[in-house]
């Protein structure tokens, strides 16, 4: 997903919560802007900071929406 800084700040940001982040994102930048292109040739990479820190089994549970346990919502 690529947007200028400007939409980004317009449609109020990415949201602050477990999951699913991408899907309500991109929901509140639909409600902005009808200017939305899909690019198979974008390259995108995922950063393995929260497996790193969790675990897979942890990981897995926060992404199924069981929130992160006893360890805090930012991996850093």
């Not at 200028?4 to 902005?32: K, Q, W």
């Not at 897995?60 to 919502?73: E, I, N, P, V």
């Given at each position: 997903?690529?947007?200028?800084?400007?939409?980004?700040?317009?449609?109020?940001?990415?949201?602050?919560?477990?999951?699913?982040?991408?899907?309500?994102?991109?929901?509140?930048?639909?409600?902005?802007?009808?200017?939305?292109?899909?690019?198979?040739?974008?390259?995108?990479?995922?950063?393995?900071?929260?497996l790193?820190?969790?675990?897979?089994?942890?990981?897995?549970?926060?992404?199924?929406?069981?929130?992160?346990?006893?360890?805090?919502?930012?991996?850093?």
């Amino acid at each position: 997903m690529a947007l200028t800084a400007t939409l980004y700040e317009s449609c109020g940001g990415m949201p602050r919560r477990p999951s699913p982040t991408d899907r309500l994102f991109l929901n509140r930048v639909r409600r902005t802007t009808p200017s939305i292109v899909h690019n198979r040739t974008m390259v995108v990479e995922n950063s393995t900071r929260r497996l790193r820190a969790y675990g897979l089994v942890a990981t897995a549970r926060w992404y199924l929406d069981q929130g992160s346990g006893l360890r805090t919502a930012d991996p850093r």
